[in-house]
């Protein structure tokens, strides 16, 4: 199996005569957690919805584990393996967390949403949910309603859902949005936690949240490519120093 777990080749998004994603390409690593940055504007968002298929390419291609996915609809990909989240917790507030947990497991028994099931075919499947909580440290909290949590750990229930889904492949829209110092220490060690074994690629606005946890980062400016690599080479480009700050090369070289 190709050590490329996700490709984009040459992929254009356009909204009527605004190209939001100019000819990107991006090769995701399997086992990597892979960064995707930019200042506002940059094409962020349009890429990780043409990634996730919640958009549809103008021009271009992705590949899955050498599948061609350019033209399936999200529901087919999150049964190849491709789950996401998004910028808005997106758990069921008035369910329990161990039932939240519990309705991802359904997947696994083809039963994804029979909420009319008995009681004890569903309840079989609570030593798993109570797994995966504890993997994310919200065992304790297993009979609080989702709506009840505080912010950090709802962020934490949804990505214990994702991981209910057996992704092979998971897609983090900014996992820290909206945190405060502690949650966004909690989620960063959360996500270092639970990438065994499996790729990450997230959106993230916290430089720090990037520095930490990324393997590779891509930079994208006005829908392309600005630089790509380590945290170490990405920080110190001079266009991406331009790019977020608003600094020019020669102005850096006469801070210098």
């Known amino acids: 199996m190709s050590d490329i777990i996700l490709e984009a080749r040459n992929l254009t998004k356009s909204f009527g005569g605004f190209v939001a994603v100019n000819d990107v390409n991006l090769r995701i690593e ?6 995707i940055i930019g200042p506002n504007g940059a094409g962020k968002t349009t890429m990780f919805n043409l990634l ?10 992705i590949r899955f584990n050498d599948t061609d996915i350019t033209n399936r609809k999200p529901a087919e990909i999150a049964n190849m393996g491709i789950v996401r989240s998004f910028q808005i ?18 997947r696994g028994l ?25 993997q994310v440290g919200l065992k304790s909290y297993a009979h609080t309603r989702a709506v ?5 750990r709802k962020r934490a229930l949804e990505i214990a859902t994702t991981l209910g889904l057996e992704p092979e492949l998971m897609l983090l829209d900014e996992p820290t949005q909206g945190m405060g110092t502690e949650d966004v220490g909690a989620v960063t ?8 074994g499996r790729t990450i690629v997230m959106v993230e606005h916290n ?24 945290y170490s080479e990405v920080s110190r480009n001079p266009q991406v120093m331009e790019a977020y700050m608003g600094v020019s090369a020669e ?6």
Do not use: C
């Open 52 to 61: 996730t298929k919640f958009h549809t390419p103008t021009s271009g291609s």
């Open 89 to 106: 917790s997106a758990v069921f507030p008035h369910l329990t967390a161990l039932e939240n947990v519990r309705l991802a497991l359904q």
């Open 148 to 152: 009840e949590l505080p912010y950090g």
């Open 189 to 196: 060690e959360l996500i270092s936690r639970v990438r065994e």
């Open 30 to 35: 399997r086992g990597s957690i892979h960064a």
């Open 110 to 134: 083809g039963v994804s949403y029979h909420f009319w099931r008995s009681q004890k075919m569903l309840s079989d499947l609570d030593a798993q949910a109570v797994a995966r909580l504890d």
């Open 207 to 230: 430089l720090g949240v990037v520095a930490e946890l990324a393997d590779t980062i891509t930079v994208l400016a006005r829908g392309e490519v600005l630089a790509e690599g380590p």
């Open 251 to 256: 102005e850096q070289e006469e801070e210098a």
